[in-house]
């Protein structure tokens, strides 16, 4: 039962954050917690995974409509994939409360302009090339860092960053999909040593990962108006924001682990042979008395 529960709300989760071309990794793991698997072991790692594998497998519908731009995506997913590891290691030197809040202000901003800018009508000219790559180089290693060091995909900073570019709706979630595939990989290769395999649950939930986002990308690339998937756009990056505020404020540091009290064996061990030769002595002189 335990197991279905999870499956659907995998697949509709998948399917929302295909057709946006985001991994949906923020649903994935909680849920996977909510469950009873473990943060570390098991919901982190498996949601990465997972993660990563929604967004590869919605790149086919989108690939068949030509709605990716590989080229233009390409400097931004390589630097993903560098920054993302990097924002991990620094993950415990940053004040993560404090950074939580500053970035869901930045995507309480940026779901903002997407509301704004449903009203309008797509873009009809592209940044050129070399602007799109200048630009991406940047964009890449801030969104890879910032993911790798909150956990998250990113993309959520790509996408509107790739409409404020030029891209239209549909080819900026494709492009999404295509940079965020690079940064879940290599953040769950990362967590891949720690972390332990359930084959039953990731078999329940690659399936779930598989319908929905296949579903997802055929609704986005033949159903889906752009005006349409802007709100929704904008309701996931509430949503993000929302989660990430609500992080930051419920965040407690670990208390730090008290050192053991020493045995008397170790104790023993340390001390030197003058504190020895004094004890026996006293030790002794009470005998005798």
Do not use: C
Not at 51 to 56: M, R
Request: glycine share 10%.
């Amino acid at each position: 039962m335990l197991y279905t529960i999870v499956f659907f709300i995998i697949a509709i989760a998948s399917f929302i954050f295909a057709m946006l071309g985001l991994g949906g990794g923020m649903v994935y793991v909680p849920v996977l917690n909510w469950a009873g698997f473990d943060m570390v072991k098991v919901a982190i790692p498996l949601g990465l995974l997972l993660n990563g594998l929604n967004t590869l497998l919605v790149l086919i519908p989108f690939a068949r409509k030509k709605l990716v731009d590989w080229k233009g995506g390409a400097v931004m997913a390589v630097m993903a994939l560098i920054a993302a590891p990097l924002g991990a290691m620094t993950s415990d030197k940053v004040p993560v409360q404090t950074l939580k809040i500053l970035f869901a202000a930045m995507v309480v901003a940026a779901a903002i302009r997407m509301i704004w800018s449903s009203k309008k009508a797509e873009p009809e000219k592209m940044m050129s090339f070399v602007k799109r790559s200048i630009i991406g180089f940047f964009v890449g290693a801030f969104a890879g860092f910032v993911g790798g060091m909150l956990g998250l995909g990113g993309g959520f900073i790509i996408a509107p960053i790739l409409m404020m570019m030029g891209y239209k709706t549909k080819e900026a979630a494709a492009t999404t999909a295509f940079v965020v595939t690079f940064s879940s990989f290599s953040g769950y290769l990362g967590h891949m040593a720690q972390g332990e395999m359930n084959w039953v649950l990731t078999a329940v939930v690659v399936v779930a990962v598989i319908i929905g986002s296949q579903l997802g990308g055929m609704y986005m690339t033949k159903k889906a108006k752009s005006k349409q998937v802007k709100i929704i756009y904008a309701i996931v990056l509430l949503a993000i924001a929302a989660k990430m505020t609500y992080g930051a404020l419920t965040y407690k540091p670990k208390p730090e682990k008290a050192a053991p009290a020493k045995t008397n064996s170790e104790t023993s061990i340390m001390m030197t042979p003058i504190n020895n030769y004094v004890l026996n002595k006293d030790f002794v002189l009470n005998r005798l008395s």
